[in-house]
């Protein structure tokens, strides 16, 4: 009779084990993210919610001569304000998603090229890389507005093209040569109008590709090689092994760089509708405004990252689907 | 078979006789052509001198800048305005550097801006090592939806937080505690709650490491009904990187989570059979072998701190603090009156930025191979 007491006991025991420890587990995953959670909930939210309050609300000085400040509620007036009333507000918004749908697939196939180039063998690989990354570390924050303001780098190229009469100071190249080159194939002006315009901003999309091409070049790191080879041995040439193994291998990584090249260059200070935005917080009374313009901004974000990743993720490829 | 077996070195040496008189009876021109003359060889040069062009000329575009920044910090005034001088100046002078150094307190601000990015990319590591391990290894409740919260602060621009972010620490009070303190002289446990005010205070000035190199503010910090004031020190900057909020760190979780994702199961298994804690099995077990990751996030936080003139305009709005974002300006005793001010000026502040960088340049030549390897083993494909 004892005896079958302890059978039966010994797996209820077992049981309750596993799922103690599940949840101790799960307690301790709270632990690891407990920074997150705390900082969320009392720094992130408040100053969330601050947001979107003040953008509801004007600001005025205090009058009694204290540091603080009175805040009136006043509805929508400051959206009101920013799309209707400030002449140049809606403008440079669609100029900034103009921009965008440029920039985007310039610096997503540039950045997947370069990964490219920089996975295969090759004499001084380490040497380019590190080349190739130094604008992520350093042509940011302050860097990135002395470089704005950097009219020496002009004046020292300007000169070179005194002769042709043309003032093609920082060009590369300028679209009369592509124009000649494309004229005898059936392409686009359009089409020719992009290229130009994406080699005369290479020195732009450079610097801003940094991140994405550390993550291809990951993600063709993770590529087994025994797949390549197999192809090699069946005959494959390498623009097909390109496009029928390494494209589809790398397509999760294409939608996170497209999400996050969005984002990026959505965020970053030299973004034209940012500098706008910037220049109304300092303006007197245009605190609350800039919050209003920065929340249609980011709804706008919003929508466009979820329209793009919608339509890549029916296209990308998971090869083995885990969680 | 045996004999077979034997005849094989016999023929091998036969056809070996064979190829090398055939190779000694054709001369050098046709065994030059047919090695070099072959549609394989070619394309495998032409592929060789587009790859070589194409890296050099990004190279250059990439360095292109930083030529003219270099070329321009040792020029003197006349050089600038000189036509026939375009790199290399002809007038070779320090004066920028020199004058950079005394009179915008170079060495001052670097020791400042060390401390903040390096406590601040400690902090910053840390804490995204942390939250990142615990979204990739962990399962439980509402593990998604915080993720993706982590993700909307990544993606929310700071900007459209500026003016509350400001607020936040301009009258910093968690919860509402420190007004509640404040208001009322509440007796809370025989323990008069008037006192904590000043105590919270002083605690925050702890918390302002280095307070001889970053002077608060005259009265140190300043506690009112509404909130401490916390602006000019280093405070919030540590609380936002405490709480994994700060500049970029929504895409360093992501990286360590990918990072942790592709590390193997069986590792901690093993740990854990041996009576480790999870804690214990990430300080001994996962950190020590994820040395080039946190090399990599510690490299691009410290970097993106050093740099950063966001968050440290937001909050370092006093003039008496200096940090090396700050000391882009003209020095009195440079500025001119003459045709190239403009030009002079731009060399001037384009030397400030070379300076700044200068430290980073350093650091990247020492890390630049941990950066490729970190992420390269990171599985994030995974």
């Given amino acids: 009779m004892t005896n079958n007491a302890v059978i039966d006991a010994r797996p209820k025991k077992k049981r309750r084990k596993i799922a103690s420890l599940d949840r101790r587990k799960a307690r301790a995953g709270w632990f690891f993210v407990l920074p997150f959670v705390l900082g969320f909930l009392l720094i992130y939210i408040p100053m969330f919610i601050d947001s979107v309050v003040m953008s509801f609300q004007t600001m005025d000085a205090a009058v009694d001569g204290s540091s603080g400040y009175i805040m009136t509620f006043v509805g929508i007036e400051n959206y009101r304000n920013a799309l209707l009333v400030d002449p140049d507000f809606a403008q440079t918004l669609v100029t900034g998603l103009k921009q965008l749908a440029f920039d985007v697939p310039a610096i997503l196939i540039f950045s997947l090229f370069m990964a490219v180039m920089l996975n295969q063998k090759m004499a001084g690989r380490g040497f380019f890389r590190a080349i190739f990354f130094l604008p992520v570390i350093l042509a940011t924050g302050i860097m990135e507005s002395i470089a704005a303001a950097d009219t020496l780098n002009a004046a020292m190229s300007a000169g070179i093209d005194d002769g042709s009469g043309t003032n093609t100071t920082n060009q ?75 494209f589809p291998m790398i397509s999760p990584m294409i939608l996170v760089n497209a999400v996050y090249t969005i984002i990026d260059s959505f965020t970053t200070e030299s973004n034209q509708v940012m500098t706008y935005i910037s220049s109304v917080y300092s303006r007197t009374g245009g605190m609350v405004v800039s919050s209003a313009m920065s929340w249609i901004y980011f709804l706008l974000v919003i929508v466009i990252v979820a329209v793009i990743a919608g339509i890549f993720s029916a296209f990308v490829f998971y090869g083995r689907k885990n969680d | 078979m045996n004999a077979q077996a034997d005849k094989q070195p016999v023929i091998k040496r036969e056809s070996k006789k064979r190829i090398r008189v055939e190779f000694d009876r054709t001369p050098l021109k046709d065994r030059l052509k047919a090695k070099f003359l072959n549609t394989y060889f070619l394309t495998r040069v032409v592929i060789w001198i587009f790859r070589l062009v194409l890296m050099v000329g990004i190279s250059y575009i990439v360095l292109y800048p930083f030529f003219t920044k270099i070329a321009g910090s040792f020029m003197a005034p006349e050089d600038l305005v000189d036509v026939t001088v375009r790199l290399i100046p002809k007038n070779f002078s320090l004066d920028i550097y020199k004058a950079i150094i005394a009179e915008n307190g170079y060495w001052k601000a670097f020791g400042n801006t060390f401390a903040l990015s390096f406590i601040c990319a400690i902090l910053q590591t840390f804490v995204c090592c942390l939250i990142g391990y615990g979204f990739a290894k962990f399962k439980f409740k509402g593990r998604n939806l915080l993720f993706l919260l982590v993700m909307l602060t990544m993606i929310i621009p700071h900007q459209t937080l500026q003016l509350s972010m400001y607020m936040e620490f301009r009258y910093f009070d968690i919860l509402g505690i420190v007004r509640l303190l404040k208001g009322g002289g509440i007796e809370l446990f025989g323990w008069n709650v008037k006192e904590i005010g000043p105590g919270v205070a002083s605690f925050f000035e702890k918390l302002n490491i280095l307070p001889d190199v970053i002077p608060i503010t005259e009265k140190g910090i300043e506690v009112t009904p509404q909130g401490i004031n916390l602006l000019n020190t280093y405070t919030p900057l540590i609380l936002l990187s405490l709480g994994g909020l700060a500049f970029k760190n929504g895409l360093y979780i992501f990286l360590l989570r990918q990072f942790f994702r592709g590390m193997p199961d069986e590792l901690e298994e093993s740990a854990y059979m041996d009576g480790c804690g999870p804690f214990r099995t990430f300080i001994q077990i996962i950190l020590p072998n994820s040395i080039p990751m946190l090399i990599t996030v510690f490299l691009f936080a410290f970097c993106w701190q050093w740099t950063d003139d966001f968050y440290t305009g937001m909050f370092f709005s006093s003039m008496n603090t200096s940090l090396l974002v700050k000391i882009v300006s003209v020095p009195p005793s440079l500025t001119t009156n003459f045709a190239g001010t403009e030009l002079y000026n731009t060399a001037i502040r384009n030397t400030c930025g070379l300076m700044i960088i200068f430290p980073l340049v350093i650091l990247y030549a020492f890390c630049q191979n941990f950066l490729v390897q970190g992420i390269e083993h990171s599985g994030i494909a995974n």
Avoid: H
């Avoid at chain 1, 592509?178 to 359009?190: P, Q």
């Avoid at chain 1, 450079?206 to 025994?226: D, E, K």
């Fill in chain 1, 172 to 246: 590369i190249v300028s679209s009369m040569d592509f124009e000649r080159l494309f004229s005898n194939m059936k392409v686009g002006t359009e089409l020719v109008e992009y290229v130009t315009s994406a080699i005369n901003n290479i020195y732009d999309i450079v610097n801003r590709s940094g991140v994405q091409m550390l993550i291809f070049l990951a993600a063709l790191q993770s590529i087994s090689p025994a797949i390549y080879e197999s192809c090699k041995i069946d005959g494959a040439t390498a623009w097909e092994t390109f496009w029928k193994i390494t």
